[in-house]
C-alpha cells in the first residue's frame, strides 16, 4: 500500500462528519488517534464470531482466539523490530507499562540513595511511577532541563549520570513540543539501563530497537490507531531476567499450592489475569495497517505538515510556539496573551477545529516555560494541507475576539 492521502483519510470514518456545521479539522492526535475502518472490523469480527477467553481453552473458539491474540505479539515485534518476540509484553498501554518496570524491575533492584534520571520533557506516565519510588524507598530523582527550543542533548542527560545512577527514563519524542531525543547516542554512552516512553515517537517514524540498543521501550495502542486499553512494552530478556511479577492471578503462574506459586516463563510471567483480548487484536491489526502504508512514507507526509505549519506559526508574531527544536515531530503547543488555552481551544472547537488544552500532563515542563496550559495541535497521517491553514485561520480569528 502506498500514500494516498485520500484512500487514508476514506478509511477513517470519522473524518466525515461535521461538528458544530463545520467539517471536522482532528487535531488533538497527540492524545489519542482517530481509528481506521481495519481497526473497527478486526474488533467487530472478534467480538461477533471469534470472541473466547484465551490459553486455557480446548474448545475452537478458545483456540482461535488465542491465536488471534498471540500473533499481536509477532506484529509489534515486527512493528519495532525487536529481537525477539517474547520480549513483547502486553500491557493496557504506557502507563501499565512504565509502572510494570517501576515495580517489578526498580522496586527490588533500587535501594535508597539510588538515582534515576528524568528529563523535564516527561509526561506524567514517566514521572509518577518513579516518584512513588522516592517517596516509598528514597530514591532520587535527578532532572535534566532541556535547551529553551526544546530539544534535548544527548550529552545533557549522560551528564547527570553518576556512581549512584540506575536508570534513565526518558521521552523518545515529547508530547507537548514535539522534540525528538536521540534515545540511541544516550544508550551508547552508559551502561545504565534506559527506558524509553514511545508513546508519540512510535507513531510518527519508523522504530527499530534493534539500533536504538536500549533496555525497555513501550508503546499505546490508542495513539497508534488502535483501541484504548492496548499497548506493550519490549523488556531486553537480561533485564526481564532481573524483575518480579508485577501482578498476581491467573495466567502467569505454572503451579498454585497453599505453600508456594511458580511463575510462568515470560512473557506470561507479566500478564495477569484474563486480558484485553480484542483490544490487543485491534492493536494488531493497527499496526499492519500502519506497516502496510509504510512508516517511513508517514513520517514525510507529516514532515510536510510540520514544516507547513512552523512557517505559518511564525509569521504570527503574537504567538507564542513552546519548543522548536530541530527535526522535531508535528506537535505544535501555543499561548496568546490575553486569551487562556481554553479560550483558544473552545473557539476553535466552533469552527470544527479540535485541539487539545491544558497541561498536557506535562506540568514540570509547563513550569519550564513559564506557563500552566498551552492549547495543543498534534497532526497525524490523516491530516491535509487544509487542514493547517484551517487551524491558522483559525488562531486568526482568535486574535480578532481577543484583541
Not at 185 to 202: E, H, M, Y
Request: glycine share 8%; proline share 5%; hydrophobic share 40%.
Amino acid at each position: 500500500m502506498s500514500f494516498d492521502l485520500q484512500t487514508i483519510r476514506a478509511d477513517f470514518p470519522i473524518l466525515s462528519r461535521q461538528v458544530n456545521g463545520k467539517p471536522l479539522v482532528y487535531l488533538d492526535n497527540g492524545a489519542s488517534a482517530q481509528k481506521p475502518r481495519q481497526v473497527i472490523d478486526a474488533i467487530t469480527r472478534a467480538y461477533e464470531g471469534e470472541y473466547a477467553n484465551v490459553h486455557r481453552g480446548l474448545h475452537f473458539l478458545s483456540n482461535l482466539a488465542t491465536d488471534n491474540y498471540e500473533r499481536v505479539r509477532a506484529i509489534i515485534a515486527k512493528f519495532l523490530n525487536a529481537p525477539r518476540e517474547d520480549e513483547i509484553i502486553f500491557t493496557s498501554g504506557a502507563t501499565e507499562a512504565i509502572n510494570l518496570v517501576s515495580y517489578g524491575w526498580a522496586a527490588p533492584n533500587l535501594q535508597a540513595g539510588d538515582e534515576i534520571v528524568l528529563s523535564v520533557l516527561e509526561h506524567h506516565a514517566n514521572i509518577v511511577p518513579w516518584n512513588f519510588l522516592r517517596e516509598r524507598q528514597g530514591v532520587v530523582l535527578k532532572w535534566v532541563e532541556p535547551e529553551p527550543d526544546g530539544s534535548l542533548p544527548p550529552e545533557k542527560v549522560l551528564a547527570a549520570v553518576g556512581p549512584k545512577t540506575k536508570l534513565i527514563a526518558v521521552t523518545h519524542m515529547s508530547n507537548v513540543t514535539g522534540t525528538v531525543v536521540d534515545v540511541a547516542a544516550i544508550a551508547r554512552g552508559t551502561d545504565v539501563p534506559v527506558l524509553v516512553d514511545g508513546s508519540q515517537a512510535s507513531v510518527h517514524m519508523p522504530v527499530d530497537l534493534k539500533t536504538l540498543g536500549v533496555d525497555f521501550y513501550c508503546i499505546t495502542g490508542h495513539k497508534l490507531y488502535g483501541p484504548s486499553g492496548s499497548g506493550a512494552i519490549w523488556i531486553a530478556r537480561d533485564r526481564q531476567s532481573e524483575m518480579r511479577p508485577f501482578m498476581g492471578g491467573g495466567d502467569m503462574i505454572k503451579t498454585v499450592t497453599r505453600d508456594a506459586v511458580t511463575y510462568a516463563d515470560p512473557p506470561l510471567k507479566f500478564e495477569a489475569g484474563t486480558p484485553g483480548i480484542v483490544n490487543q487484536i485491534g492493536l494488531g491489526a493497527a499496526l499492519e495497517y500502519l506497516m502496510d502504508i509504510g512508516m517511513e512514507n508517514i513520517a514525510a507526509h507529516e514532515k510536510k505538515l510540520r514544516d507547513r505549519t512552523r512557517d505559518k506559526l511564525r509569521a504570527l508574531n503574537w504567538l507564542n510556539v513552546q519548543g522548536d527544536a530541530p527535526g522535531k515531530g508535528a506537535i505544535f503547543s501555543m499561548t496568546m496573551e490575553g486569551a487562556h488555552a481554553h479560550d483558544i481551544s473552545t473557539i476553535l472547537d466552533k469552527r470544527g477545529i479540535a485541539v487539545r488544552a491544558g497541561s498536557h500532563c506535562a506540568m514540570p515542563l509547563m513550569d519550564f516555560y513559564g506557563i500552566t496550559a498551552s492549547a495543543r495541535a498534534s497532526f497525524a497521517m490523516y491530516n491535509t494541507e487544509a487542514e493547517v491553514d484551517a487551524l491558522i485561520d483559525g488562531l486568526g480569528f482568535c486574535r480578532e475576539l481577543f484583541g
